[in-house]
């Protein structure tokens, strides 16, 4: 197995991605110290589709991706990314989205465990009272995104 991990600075915070085996696994804001264990393309992609998107100029990402959950947090990982740029979605609608409209707890538990955080736009579900709640990242982080996608 190939395993390539990079942390980085961001507009955001440190993130740390890592790749195996050609696939992004994980993007997690860090408090790590800058780090770069052995480079890859991917990552180099990577690097640049997020620069990118926080200069404004990418809406969607273009990375081959793997996650490893339980089949309703797979489906709900994959629902995120059908959220499009700028929109937010709240849990009841992302429940609704994944036929169980009653499971909206779940889908935020699901969606609080997201490891590819931004590249999987976890960021764009709200209370449907339309408040923040929370982050990984911080009520300030996720502000700043959705405030990035809105302008």
């Known amino acids: 197995m190939t395993s390539y991990t990079v942390t980085t600075h961001t507009p955001v915070g440190k993130l740390t991605l890592i790749e195996k085996n050609n696939l992004i696994t994980h993007c997690q804001f ?6 770069v264990d052995k480079t ?11 620069d990118e998107y926080f200069a404004g100029y990418r809406s ?15 489906i709900i990982w ?11 979605w709240s849990y009841q609608k992302l429940a609704q989205q994944v036929g169980n409209p009653k499971a909206y707890r779940a889908a935020g538990s699901a969606n609080a ?28 982080v996720k502000t700043m995104l959705l405030d990035l996608e809105r302008n």
């Open 30 to 35: 860090t408090t790590d110290p800058l780090h």
């Open 40 to 50: 890859s393309p991917l990552l180099s992609s990577a690097l640049n589709q997020l």
């Open 60 to 74: 969607e990402f273009d990375l081959p991706l793997t996650t490893s959950g339980t089949s309703f947090q797979e």
């Open 113 to 140: 465990l997201n490891p590819i955080c931004i590249i999987i736009p976890c960021h764009r579900v709200v209370l449907a009272s339309g408040k923040y709640g929370s982050y990984a990242g911080g009520d300030d």
């Open 78 to 88: 994959a629902t995120l990314r059908t959220i499009p740029y700028g929109e937010q």
